[in-house]
């Protein structure tokens, strides 16, 4: 069984930062690709970040410049650092991993999801 579980997320006031963590357990053959998404209630998940297994990264307009995506591929953690945090950003946020049990073909995994919850 493969696993995405995050861990990090909490109250905190608008401003402050939060790290928030994705471990990938199980039985994986390699990752391509991991990320973070984020939903609150009525609206669709939307992209926060990506980071590809070569450490291309991708961030969604809202975030860039106090996001911060990174991994340790030896880990197969995914961390999301998050400064200047606005009330705008809470809502759940899921790990998401594209990766493979076997050599042949790559699928996309989902977390739990984590709170993160921004006060004004």
């Known amino acids: 069984q493969v696993r995405l579980v995050e861990s990090g997320g909490g109250l905190v006031q608008a401003g402050g930062s939060l790290r928030l963590s994705c471990a990938a357990s199980g039985s994986i053959f390699s990752i391509n690709a991991m990320g973070w998404y984020r939903q609150t209630p009525g609206k669709q998940r939307e992209l926060v970040a990506t980071i590809t297994s070569g450490g291309s990264t991708n961030y969604a307009d809202s975030v860039k410049g106090r996001f911060t995506i990174s991994r340790d591929n030896a880990k197969n953690t995914v961390y999301l650092q998050m400064n200047s945090l606005k009330p705008e950003d809470t809502a759940v946020y899921y790990c998401?991993?594209?990766?493979?049990?076997?050599?042949?073909?790559?699928?996309?995994?989902w977390g739990q999801g984590t709170q993160v919850t921004v006060s004004s």
């Open positions: 998401a991993a594209d990766l493979r049990i076997t050599e042949i073909t790559a699928t996309r995994y």
